[in-house]
């Protein structure tokens, strides 16, 4: 383990120049910088790596019979996401799987490509295939934000297991943010000790979204307020150590990066505590709105 992270180091140097070589090209900017801002790649814990830029996240699961992606990101984000697997020691077309956590261009609008260069099977939870499938002319809020459509080679349902070379990942589906958000959970090894990890699929009610139905302004789709409801109910339940997300923003990744350089012998992403926060905190956010568009 300590080769590879210190052949990720060695090759942290051309990894940063790739990365300034695809700045300079004029490649459509995304709208929050964060989204296409490159970050060195890590270890979180066992074969969990992060391969995703300053927020948008992506994680490497690493098996001996190939590895596990959860999440594409951009169209524009597939080079990063290769350059930071190599940077630490592996080969990117041994990405066998292509998870997501939602069907949002941010997360999945790279798939096509990554998929073309990989060869790896694509498996989407149930509601949000159609989504996928279409290149985001299915997504119920967002028809006009649109990407390269990707084919689903598997159906996924909730509670479903994917496995590969021994790692095993459970599909949750925590809709409400999309109809197939899937929060993710495995198990990880730390200092001898196994953790339990969660990778947040979203918990957040986006700027417009209906959760009510109203004269003439029925809600963004049937039911969209009992499942996120259903989605903190089952977030609550979740044993959590290891507290990731589709996001870096949404366990505090860059701050916590912070800190694990300050004190390299603790693991900053046990965070169970961090996690019940979370979740609580975006509950009552999601009740809040509710509320008010109750009135």
Known sequence: MNAILSNARGRWSSWVGLALL????????????????????????????????????SYLIVTPRGHILINSSL????PLIRASIEALGFRFKDVRILL??????DHVAGSAEL??????????MDGDVPVVQSGGAQDFFYPDSRYPAAKVDRVLHDGDEVRLGGAVLTAHKTPGHT?????????????????????????????GFRLVDKPGQPASYPGIA??????????????????????????????????QQDDPAHNVWID???????????EAAFRAELARQSL
């Open 100 to 105: 997501i956590s939602h069907a949002h261009g």
């Open 115 to 124: 998929i073309r260069q990989t060869g790896a099977k694509y498996m989407v």
């Open 179 to 207: 109809r197939g958000c899937t929060t993710w959970t495995l198990k990880a090894r730390d200092a001898g000790r196994s953790y339990q990890v969660v990778i947040v699929g979203s918990w957040n009610v986006n700027p």
């Open 22 to 57: 695809l700045a300079a090209t004029g490649l459509p900017a995304a709208p929050q910088p964060d989204w296409t801002t490159p970050i060195a790649p890590f270890r979180i814990a066992d074969d969990l790596y992060y391969v995703g830029s300053r927020d948008l996240a």
């Open 272 to 282: 169970p505590q961090g996690y019940e926060d979370r979740v609580a905190e975006r």
């Open 226 to 259: 009992a499942d996120f409801t259903h989605t903190f109910q089952l977030l609550h339940q979740l044993p959590c150590d290891i507290f990731l997300g589709a996001h870096g923003a949404y366990f505090g990744m860059l701050a916590k990066l912070k800190r």
């Open 75 to 78: 169209e524009t984000s597939v």
